[in-house]
């Protein structure tokens, strides 16, 4: 059973940067497509960005486009999400989610298209 732990949040000041790392136990993330969601109180899970299998084909949310980047190191295997230029709406309970992909140059947009979740980490952005 896949597992993930999320880690690298915190709190920065407004444009500022951060890197979050979800770190795969239990399976090889090699034929995983895997991606990142965030969420606030009251809201429904945001797709901020995705990656294929390979690592070829990457995802963005329009809000966080030239700001973000998202990558992923399967001999680790971790995912990382780089975040540059920070800016309040960016606060946020980020979580890594992963899923079996079949055609590794497939990623995935929607959260009820994953199977594996991590538990979460903080992303407080201050004005």
């Known amino acids: 059973q896949l597992q993930l732990v999320e880690s690298g949040g915190g709190l920065v000041q407004s444009g500022g940067s951060l890197r979050l790392s979800c770190e795969a136990s239990g399976d090889t993330l090699e034929y995983h497509s895997v991606g990142w969601f965030r969420q606030t109180p009251g809201k429904e899970h945001e797709g901020v960005s995705c990656i294929s299998a390979s690592g070829g084909n990457t995802n963005y949310a329009d809000s966080v486009k030239g700001r973000f980047t998202i990558s992923r190191d399967n001999a680790k295997p971790t995912l990382y999400l780089q975040m540059n230029n920070l800016k309040p709406e960016d606060t946020a309970v980020y979580y890594c989610?992963?899923?079996?992909?079949?055609?590794?140059?497939?990623?995935?947009?929607?959260?009820?298209?994953?199977?594996?979740w991590g538990q979460g980490t903080q992303v407080t952005v201050s004005s």
């Open positions: 989610a992963a899923r079996v992909s079949g055609i590794r140059r497939e990623y995935f947009v929607y959260d009820h298209e994953y199977d594996y």
